[in-house]
């Protein structure tokens, strides 16, 4: 069985500072991926960034990255220059082979000015 | 590319009435996801298809819950009798399945969802 565990229901961070928010995960299989899916007030699931999880680097997209510690079962995801479209629930999510995404409770990010 | 397409995006309905969803993935996607997500479950697995074949319906709460996936490029999820417990977002999402050495699957691509409200 998979978990994903996100412990933040809510965080609030300002315009153009930087916030960290965490996930731990737990699964048995040794190939699986681990994902952010942002999702706006528009409802839409829009996916933030992925990491395989045989690769040590930690993946980056523009403004967010990850850190991935592999031993710790431990995915944050790291948003810098923080901007008020950034406000919105995000999902941490983990795959393996048999395909299905398991999803965490989801964070509530608000930026403030 | 359309992206997942859902409809309809809102769908209001009686108690006992049926409730057809319907989704078209992305062209060229092997795998279909059904999700469900409300507040106190959060985002929920219903079922998923790899090539067009029912994989995993675990999560299809009761035998009232039904998908179907006729082709690879239209599935449906049905409820019949809706009850005002379903009421919920219903999510369609699509991914790329490939068996390599170590195995490949693309990120979900979901629909803008359906608000289902039974009343």
């Known amino acids: 069985a998979q978990t994903v565990t996100q412990s933040q229901p809510e965080m609030s961070v300002q315009e153009a500072e930087t916030v960290t928010l965490s996930c731990t995960y737990d699964?048995?299989?040794?190939?699986?991926?681990l994902f952010w899916y942002k999702q706006p007030p528009s409802r839409q699931m829009i996916l933030v960034i992925r990491?395989?999880?045989?690769?040590?680097q930690n993946a980056t997209e523009n403004r967010f990255s990850v850190n991935f510690q592999k031993a710790a079962k431990s995915f944050s995801l790291k948003i810098s220059d923080s901007q008020l479209g950034d406000t919105a629930m995000y999902f941490c999510?983990?795959?393996?082979?048999?395909?299905?995404?398991?999803f965490g409770t989801g964070t509530r990010l608000q930026v403030t000015l | 590319d359309a992206g997942v397409i859902q409809s309809p995006r809102h769908e209001v309905t009686e108690m006992g009435q049926e409730v057809t969803l319907r989704c078209k993935p992305i062209?060229?996607?092997?795998?279909l996801f059904w999700y469900r997500q409300t507040m106190m479950r959060g985002l929920e697995l219903l079922i998923y298809?790899?090539?067009?074949?029912?994989?995993?319906d675990s999560g299809m709460p009761e035998d009232r819950f039904s998908a179907k996936m006729p082709n690879a490029s239209f599935s449906t999820l049905k409820i019949q009798p809706s009850e005002p417990r379903d009421s919920a977002v219903y999510f369609c999402?699509?991914?790329?399945?490939?068996?390599?050495?170590?195995?490949?699957?693309?990120?979900?691509?979901f629909g803008n969802g359906t608000r289902l409200t039974v009343t």
């Open positions: 999402a699509s991914s790329l399945k490939r068996l390599t050495s170590r195995a490949y699957n693309s990120p979900l691509h």
């Open positions: 699964t048995s299989e040794s190939n699986y991926y």
């Open positions: 990491q395989e999880a045989y690769k040590q």
């Open positions: 999510a983990l795959t393996g082979t048999a395909s299905k995404l398991t």
């Open positions: 062209s060229g996607h092997n795998s």
């Open positions: 298809f790899n090539n067009n074949v029912p994989i995993d």
